[in-house]
């Protein structure tokens, strides 16, 4: 599924869509050190963590994007790292769970 679709199947809000991409997958936590570790290439990471070294880890991981759960907005410096780098960035009122929730249905439903 692209994340295109994810957004129009969601209703998720971009703050940053540098480009579409497929998405393989979502991981949700926001300890830094273990996303680095954790997020897989093209996966969707959502986080509720808005700051330069979210960008950061998302560029090292080349995850599909950051989705920002319960309303978060980036940092003023986050946000201009994420366009620097091309790093998109999503968001959604939605808890973590509720997200959570909702993807996995999404993906369900695009492997039938």
């Known amino acids: 599924m692209t994340l295109q679709t994810l957004c129009e199947k969601l209703g998720l809000k971009k703050i940053v869509f540098d480009h579409d991409t497929e998405v393989f997958g979502v991981y949700v936590g926001d300890f830094l ?30 995850a599909a ?11 003023d410096d986050a946000l201009c790292a994420a366009r620097e ?6 968001s959604s009122n939605d808890s973590a769970y509720d997200l959570c929730v909702k993807l996995s249905a999404a993906f369900d439903g695009s492997r039938q």
């Open 33 to 62: 050190s273990r996303a680095m570790s954790k997020v897989g290439a093209d996966n969707v990471w959502v986080t509720i963590m808005a700051n330069t070294n979210v960008v950061a880890v998302a560029s090292l991981t080349d």
């Open 85 to 90: 780098n091309g790093i998109n960035v999503l």
């Open 65 to 75: 994007c950051i989705l920002l759960a319960e309303g978060v907005e980036l940092s």
